[in-house]
């Protein structure tokens, strides 16, 4: 598997878990009260932290020389992977920083280590939001610069507004998914109701997917027209991998039915919570399947014969003049 589809799902998950925290605490999100005030939220934060070393370490093994990532930083002025990559950096840093302040607040913390006093409790208290603060913003620079790396016009497939409903939509989903994992255990485990916090992940998760879809279908509507490479990878799409292009769409619309079923109707009995997991399952694959494909079916500019693929101001010329008759050329031949 290219280690691209680990590096951009990680960093997205992590992005919109530590996000969600983020803004449910300054939008004071009553769903996520109990958690942000917990101990379990430090867990969430240190989740988001390893997903993110998980995406670097990927993206660097992704590098031809891996030992010399740090030349990766040699271009911010004018490169999107060099921004990206610093953005990446940053995000880590004040994540760490945030989740050593926050650690004085933790219940878990203060019942092992003792309470720090007053002053040097607010001045934590100050140093946690800040770093917060910093690092959601360093994150969502980062996801810019992500999308930004993908939109040249050498790779039509990618170069499509697709790239941002997709990546925007993986944030949201996956982030979502990371905070409920660690959070509705704890709420149980406390004998709270989780059922206000599903609610509101089933809800995002859904919007998530509904993104992703609506890029789905502008960017097939567009290729399917197209006259350059991006038709080459469209048409590649419903052929060599139409299969499992239908199934992670079919995939894809039955985890949104499931996932808003279960936020508006289902509990968290037992009974919820095990269709809950493996609808959970469901997402992840669907998401590795459809990052899978994106990389996998792109086409670039500078491909020999790729022009000519369902190029239709091409092809009759092709065929007229025996380029048609070559393999390499691309040009799908005429039923008979």
Known sequence: MNPLVIFTLASQAAAGAFALLFFGKLFNIAALAPVIASPVSALIVMTAIALI??????STIHLGKPMRFYRGFNNLRHSPVSREGLGIVLFMQFAGLHFLAALPGNAWVQEYVGVLNAEWQNIASLVANGTAGLAVISSAVALYYMYRCYRI????????????FTFTGTTLNLGSAVVGIFAVPYLLMIGASATPLLTLIGALMAAGMAIEAVGLYLHAHDLEHAEHEGAVS??????TFGKTYIARNALMALNTVAVLLLAFFAGDDAVSLAVWALVLLS?????????????????PTTMPGAFFWKNKAFEQHARDIGL?????????PLAH
């Not at 070393?53 to 990927?58: E, Q, V, Y």
């Not at 469209?234 to 052929?239: D, E, K, N, S």
């Not at 048609?324 to 799908?332: N, R």
């Open 324 to 332: 048609a008759d070559m393999p390499q050329v691309g040009v799908v």
């Open 53 to 58: 070393a998980l995406g670097l370490f990927m």
């Open 234 to 239: 469209f048409y590649i799409q419903l052929t």
């Open 283 to 299: 997402v992840l694959v669907a998401a590795l399947v459809g990052r899978a494909l994106f990389y996998v079916l792109v086409v």
């Open 153 to 164: 016009k050498a790779r039509p497939f990618w170069d499509h507004k697709q790239t941002a």
